[in-house]
C-alpha cells in the first residue's frame, strides 16, 4: 500500500518566516519514484536528475544554455531575444562581440551557432583573432557561395547562438 502527502506549500516551523526546505539543515532533498531516486538537489544548490535510461544521472547545471542570443546582425544590429546577454558589439564586417551579464568560470566554455547571409550560405565561426573570455565571446558570419570564393565576413540577416559551460 502507497502512502501520500498532498500539500500546497512545505513550511519552515523554525519560525523565521522562510517557505520550503532549509538546506542549511538538510544536506539533501531527494524525490524518490518506486523506491528509486529520481532527482536529488544538495546543500550548494547542485540538483541532478536521472535520465532516459533510468539509471544514469545528469546534471542540472551542467546541461543548461549559459548564454543565448538571437541577432540582427545587419545595419545597426539588434538583439530579438536573448538570455545572460549584457550587450552587443558590431566590430566590423560579420565580426560581433557578445558580453555576458553574469560571468563564466573559466574561458572553456563551448558555442554553437547559425548564421543566414542573403543570398548565401551562411557559417557561424568563432572569429579567429580572439579566445573565449569569462566575459564575452567574438564571432563571426561567414560567406560560403559555390566554392569558388571560398569565405568571407559577412553580416547576417540572422544570428543564433547557444553557449554552454559553467557560470562563475
Known sequence: ??????????VNAGGDNDTGIDLATNDQILLKVANATKLTMNSTGQTTI?????TTTTSV???????????????????????????QTDVGA?????????AMSSVNQSAGGF???PGKYGIFAGNADATFTTTSFIYQTLTYDDG???TDPEDALIVTFNLCGDLA
Open 115 to 117: 548564421a543566414r547571409v
Open 61 to 87: 547545471q551542467q546541461g543548461l544554455n549559459k548564454v543565448w542570443c538571437n541577432l540582427n546582425g545587419t545595419s545597426t544590429i539588434a538583439t530579438r531575444d536573448s538570455f545572460n546577454v549584457a550587450s
Open 1 to 10: 500500500m502507497a502512502s501520500e502527502i498532498k500539500v500546497d506549500t512545505i
Open 50 to 54: 536521472v535520465g532516459e535510461g533510468g
Open 94 to 102: 560579420g565580426n560581433y562581440t557578445t558580453t555576458y551579464t553574469n
Open 148 to 150: 569558388s570564393t571560398g
